[in-house]
């Protein structure tokens, strides 16, 4: 018996989305409309940025890498929860599970600090006008993209390396629809007081942190706007704004629901991981193309319509 009790994991289990039962066709056909979407609309905007000369400014550049983060984040659990809800395959490697683990905490951490960097494109656009081309240029843009995605994934190597490097010998069963590093921690035969502490203060203080520069930025822009005599320049400042608005207070509002608030119930917090990681990729797109002339005319122009306006 204490051989059994302490063979080696090498695969999960991985029990779902909590009550789902009886609800498995509706949720398949909900979730692959919804990646579907997500695949297309951020494809059809990476397309149109990368057609068109015009769209080669430092925003559109920051908007490819979102486009690009939205397919990878919606693909970390998506395609794995289509096939539990179809054909009730809940089984997932070892590897298969550290990479869930990975990629949800790195590109979960990218998003946060393109954000943080969007919002600074904007200040200096806004707040400093006429030094925006110097301050911006290629090589800024380049190196602030490239540490962002450096930084993430030192931080996704640690918490995983944390998460894994602790026994797993005992229940394989992830009682949860994805692998995430609290929900596999409860099943390591060892004190998990360090993992826990340190991926609590990682996914606090790296969102907190983005969020209080995001924050900064904008008092200033709003001084800015503010001071402003004409009209169309605040009414064209607040409309460069206003999608990114939208999809920070989308991206913060979830993760602050989800790590500010332990009580939540599971369905809750279930709730909110599947709208972070399948509705928000695909709202993304959509909050940019509604809010954007020159993104809805690329589009056009991709698809051999109307060319944009010089």
């Known amino acids: 018996m204490g051989l059994v009790n302490h063979t080696v994991v090498t695969h999960f289990i991985l029990l779902g989305i909590p009550d789902a039962n009886g609800l498995q066709t509706i949720l398949f056909i909900t979730f692959l409309a919804f990646y579907l979407c997500t695949l297309l609309g951020n494809l059809l905007i990476f397309s149109a940025i990368l057609t068109d000369p015009r769209l080669h400014t430092p925003m559109y550049f920051f908007l490819c890498n979102l486009s690009v983060l939205d397919i990878g984040f919606s693909s970390i659990s998506t395609p794995k929860m289509l096939t539990n809800l179809w054909f009730q395959s809940r089984v997932i490697s070892l590897g298969g599970c550290m990479s869930q683990v990975f990629f949800y905490h790195f590109l979960g951490s990218t998003e946060s600090l393109l954000y943080t960097v969007m919002a600074y494109d904007r200040y200096v656009a806004i707040c400093h006008p006429l030094r925006y081309r110097l301050i911006m240029n290629r090589k800024m843009c380049a190196l602030l993209v490239a540490g962002i995605w450096i930084t993430s994934s030192f931080h996704s190597t640690i918490l995983t390396s944390l998460t894994f490097t ?13 692998c ?4 596999v921690v409860k099943l390591a035969c060892a004190d998990t007081y360090v993992i826990e502490t340190v991926t609590l203060t990682n996914t606090g203080v790296v969102p907190m942190t983005c969020f209080h520069l995001i924050l900064a930025s904008y008092i200033r822009i709003m001084f800015s706007v503010l001071k402003m005599n004409s009209s169309e320049g ?3 400042a607040a409309s460069t704004c206003a999608s990114h608005l939208t999809v920070v207070t989308l991206f913060f509002g979830q993760c602050a629901l989800i790590y500010t608030q332990p009580h939540l119930s599971k369905v809750l917090v279930t709730a909110l991981h599947v709208f972070g990681n399948v509705v928000t990729p695909m709202l993304n797109p959509v909050i940019y193309t509604l809010r954007n002339k020159e993104v809805k005319a690329a589009l056009r122009k991709l698809r051999g319509g109307q060319k944009p306006e010089h």
Do not use: A
Request: one cysteine or more; charged letters at 25%; hydrophobic letters at 35%.
């Open 166 to 178: 602790l026994p797993y010998c005992g229940s394989n069963v992830v009682d949860y629809f994805f």
């Open 180 to 183: 995430d590093i609290f929900p």
């Open 234 to 236: 605040r009414r064209k």
